[in-house]
């Protein structure tokens, strides 16, 4: 049996507003988090471009309807991109000014092309914008944060990574080959692009579906004002990212010093790959408790998507946060001794401090990394505070050891 182009762009309409319904729906009804608002903003994005498309079909001479298609399929995409890079607790409001960017081309390119190339106007820049956020949305899903640790989301960046693929190959094939090629019309056209269409929307959103009930069942309740926290009492990445911003935000305010340290353990692979996974862990955990244990009452302790420890704490001046961090050093070679770990590994702590680096949380956060690393890199200092002078890191790095 063969479906013609216009048949097929109903069913897939169909498809589309069934599944998309479905997830909007529940977003609507339940307590969703901002990844679940996302998608679903990117759901009803597919359903305006199928929307768009059977609009352009049945009217003649129409140029707006294409435009608007072309412009909500290329939004589908970068909306589900956007919504894997907030479920991995990463910054989304630059993104979000690109992909605004990049759908108003798309509609300009539409507008500009109409005349040339009818049906296919802008078709070049769309199968561009797709692959490219395709291949961002597969590479989130992969590689990054909450997303690349389970295997919920395989499925989702499987999908996203054959749309990125498919949509390279339509645009390899449009401009060297033609639209009205046959090749390109028999094997990249509509026709195939609408089953590509429906395959992505139901994995799409049974995915989405799963992992937004993971992430509550993480959190034990729907409301996602509460937070997210290990069985330890480590905060979670983006819980952790959350209350930073609002002690910085109270901090700011009254002009008080506040700092954020960072523990680097760059030793756990080696140790998992000469004593076992188990040993790593043994590491990771006595590291862990003799940070719990030496924090300040009212410090907030948490881990970013690498399993680094972080601690927001507000010390009364930089020579005291310097004490903490060394303090804690010391703390955790004895933990780590007295828990019988066979290897004890150099540990770094980097410290940033507001007066130093300001009120911004990802200034502050990526100075304290930055520090931590220095400190790994030297062989004289175990604490490096961003912002201060190597000899004033060496001098306490060997105090430190003495």
Known sequence: MTLDP?????????????????????????????????????????????????????SEGSWWPLAIGN????????????????????????????????????????????????????AWVMFAANAAFGALGAF????????????????????LALASVFQAVRLVS????????????????????????????IVAVTVASVLRAEQVRLRGTEDSTLMAIAPDGVLLAPSFSRVLGGRLMRANRRAELFGVLVVRIDALSRIATAFGADEADHVRQAARAAVRRL???????????????????????????RQL??????????????????????????????????????ALIEAARSAARRAMASDDVTVVVAGEDDETDQALGQAVRR
Not at 33 to 52: K, N, S
Not at 140 to 151: D, I, L, N, V
Not at 332 to 361: C, F, H, K, N, W
Request: with cysteine; aromatic share 8%; hydrophobic share 50%.
């Open 71 to 122: 412009a909500a399929w290329v939004a589908c995409l970068g909306l589900l991109w956007l919504g894997c890079r907030v479920f991995n607790g990463r910054a989304a409001r630059r993104p979000a000014y690109v992909l605004g960017a990049t759908v108003a081309l798309v509609f300009l390119a539409a507008l500009i092309d109409v005349p040339l190339e009818g049906a296919w106007s802008g």
């Open 174 to 201: 449009a401009v060297t080959l033609g639209t009205e090629h046959p090749v390109f019309q028999e094997w990249v056209s509509s026709g195939l692009a609408g089953v590509a269409t429906i395959c992505l929307a």
């Open 140 to 159: 989130e899903t992969f590689r990054r944060g909450a997303m690349r640790r389970t295997r919920t989301a395989l499925g989702l960046g499987v999908v």
């Open 6 to 58: 216009d048949t097929v762009r109903l069913i897939t309409a169909l498809v589309v507003h069934v599944a998309g319904g479905l997830f909007v729906l529940e977003t609507m009804v339940r307590k969703d988090d901002r990844a679940g608002r996302v998608w679903a903003l990117g759901f009803i994005g597919g359903m305006i471009a199928t929307e768009a498309f059977i609009v352009y079909t049945v």
């Open 295 to 321: 924090s300040p009452t009212t410090a907030a302790l948490g881990t970013d998507d690498h399993g680094i420890l972080m601690l927001a704490f507000q010390p009364s001046s930089p020579a005291d946060a």
């Open 325 to 362: 961090a060394a303090r804690m050093h010391r703390a955790m070679l004895d933990q780590m001794r007295t828990a019988g770990v066979p290897v004890v590994p150099p540990i770094g702590m980097g410290v940033s401090l507001t007066s130093i680096t300001g009120y911004d949380r990802e």
